[in-house]
């Protein structure tokens, strides 16, 4: 059984005025915070716990440990002055406790069964985009064995926040954490760097995902987009 590990530190700054007071993984979707979506789908399951790494407005989370009797809070001093590597690096003891989802707080998941799909492999979630795309890519062999996880791809499938890592993967991914957490530059990391300079120890292939799977949100004008869309 898996254990699961959401992202939910970060300050959304490109949603102000919004989350001026409202940390972004709380604003709602169809009246639904944003991360509830994820962990119902991740309940739907039936991951064994999840842990919720907050900083901002930590305190507004609290909550969810009421709502959810398989929710804990992790901390994270550091998301102020370094990238979401530093997410992982404060849970990254639940990287050995077997397999373990890797989300991202700040998404819809409007088709909540696609997690459960039987995994046997380590994977991204992945949706196709055609032309070319400024955001988070995968290149691919000729296997879907991921080749290059980073920014930027023509035809590629893009990342929409979700991961899986075999209990065995997950062990490899928390050595290169700690290897590389505080080492010079290590402030601007995100982890999925991390996962793209260790590809050869990890097998990682894409899981496909539809457009209206999962929804990435980023902008108060995609907020009310989707909302519309969703509706």
Known sequence: MANAIIMASGLGTRMRPLTDITPKPLIRVLGKPMVESVIDALNLRGVEH??????YLKDQFNYLTKKYNNVSMVENPDYYTVNNISSIFHAK???LKGDTYICEADLYVANKKLFCADLTQS?????????YSDDWVFDTDENNIIT????????VYNMVGISYFTATDAKILFQKIVEVYGECGYETLFWDDVVNRNLS???LRIFPVGDKDIYEIDTVEELKNINDEVK
Do not use: A, M, N, W
């Open 50 to 55: 999840i842990y919720v790494v907050v900083g």
């Open 93 to 95: 003891e639940v990287l």
């Open 123 to 131: 994977c991204y979630f992945g949706k196709y985009v055609s032309g």
């Open 148 to 155: 290059r996880v980073g920014k930027y791809g023509t035809d």
């Open 201 to 203: 120890y990890l097998k």
